[in-house]
Each structure stands twice: as C-alpha cells, then as structure tokens.
C-alpha cells in the first residue's frame, strides 16, 4: 500500500525559498505520476506541477519562474521549492501521487509566510 | 489561462440525487476527476477518466460528460457525502493541470 511522508519547513519570511520533500513508501515509484497541489486557507484548489519517474515535469504557468519539481528515483523522493515567496503564497501544500485509478495524497504541510 | 468553472454551492435531502457541474471548453477532449474534500482532510479521488470508480468509493457516486460540461452525480446522496467537491483536467495542450473553483455539497 503506497504511502506519502511530507515534510518541510511550515514558517517561512518573504523573498525565502519554500522547500518541501514527499517521500514514498511501499508501491512502484516508477508507475506514478507525482503533483504538488496548494490550498489556502478557506479557499480552493491549485495545481502547482507534477513529475514522473523520468523527471519529465509540468507546472504551472503562474508559477514557472518561481517553481522547481524534481525527483530522485533512488531515495523515492520528490521536492518541491518555490522561491521568492510572499504571503499568498501561504497555504497547505499536498503532494500526491495517481497510477491507473489509485491515488495517494500526502497529509499536507501547512507553510506560512509572514515578517 | 484555462479555467474550469463549477457553481460554489449544491444542496439537497438525503436520498435525492445531487449533480455537480463543472464546465470547460476542453472537456470534451481531455478527462475529468473528481475529489471530495472533508473539513480538515485531504481530497479524496471519487472519479476518475470522465466516469471510473476507484476501489472502494461507493456505487452511488458517477460522472457523465455532455459536450463542455462533466457533471458528478451522487445518486441517493447521504449524509456523510456532505463535503467539497472539485472537478479536475488538463489545459487544451494537456502541459497543465487544472482544478474548478470547487463546489460545497449540503445533504441535510
């Protein structure tokens, strides 16, 4: 049973860079796809990027000049950063992975920006 | 940029059918998802490729798409399936990933 372990640093000042890992456990690492999604408080849903095993990435146009996906196959990791971060860039940020109907989320890392 | 357009709230009494639009120009060519978020949880994948279930999600949930729109359907809805919706795509390229502006299910 493939399961998700997220972690990084929740409080962060403007113009930092958010760095975020997503370990996986259990499962093929290969067959995935793996996405962060963000979620501020009260609000929705936003894409930010995905990987798969290849490092082959997409992201999102909002964020590409600010946003690195990366991977690395033999530690079953995936990372996340986002530099130059201000407040709205506050939120819970989820990693997640999808294979052929079976999807796993990670428990979320809430991350603040804030002077 | 693409968006996917949902209405914020549906409401409905148990055992009545609730359907959840989503509409998106790209609908008709690109797969729809959908997740249903709890209070404090993370999403949780309820369809998948327009109108798949994963294992163990419920029979009652279903999706159709007719033309730009992708609609989830929760036949005899329950109690317990009072939550946020989100419908999820790709752009017309398919480069990037897309959520609606989710929509609250109100089964009481």
């Known amino acids: 049973q493939v399961q998700l372990q997220q972690w990084g640093a929740g409080e962060l000042r403007p113009s930092e860079t958010l760095s975020l890992t997503c370990e996986v456990h259990?499962?093929?690492?290969?067959?995935?796809?793996w996405t962060w999604i963000r979620q501020p408080p009260g609000k929705g849903l936003e894409w930010l990027g995905e990987?798969?095993?290849?490092?082959?990435?997409k992201s999102n146009p909002s964020l590409t000049s600010r946003v690195t996906i990366s991977i690395d196959t033999s530690k079953n990791q995936f990372y996340l950063k986002l530099n130059s971060v201000s407040a709205s860039d506050t939120a819970m940020y989820y990693c997640?992975?999808?294979?052929?109907?079976?999807?796993?989320w990670g428990p979320g890392t809430m991350v603040t920006v804030s002077s | 940029s693409y968006e996917l357009t949902q209405p914020p709230s549906v409401s409905v009494s148990p055992g009545q059918t609730a359907r959840i639009p989503c509409s998106g120009d790209?609908?008709?060519?690109?797969?729809s998802y959908w997740f249903q978020q709890k209070s404090g949880l993370a999403p949780v994948l309820v369809i998948y490729e327009d109108n798949k279930r994963p294992s163990g999600i419920p029979e009652r949930f279903s999706a159709s798409t007719s033309g730009t729109v992708a609609t989830l359907i929760i036949t005899g809805a329950q109690v317990e399936d009072d939550a946020d919706y989100y419908c999820?795509?790709?752009?017309?390229?398919?480069?990037?990933?897309?959520f609606g502006g989710g929509t609250k299910l109100t089964v009481l």
């Open positions: 990987i798969n095993h290849t490092g082959e990435t």
């Open positions: 790209a609908l008709p060519k690109k797969y």
């Open positions: 259990g499962g093929s690492f290969k067959d995935f796809y």
């Open positions: 999820y795509s790709t752009d017309p390229s398919g480069n990037q990933g897309v």
């Open positions: 997640e992975g999808f294979d052929d109907g079976f999807d796993v």
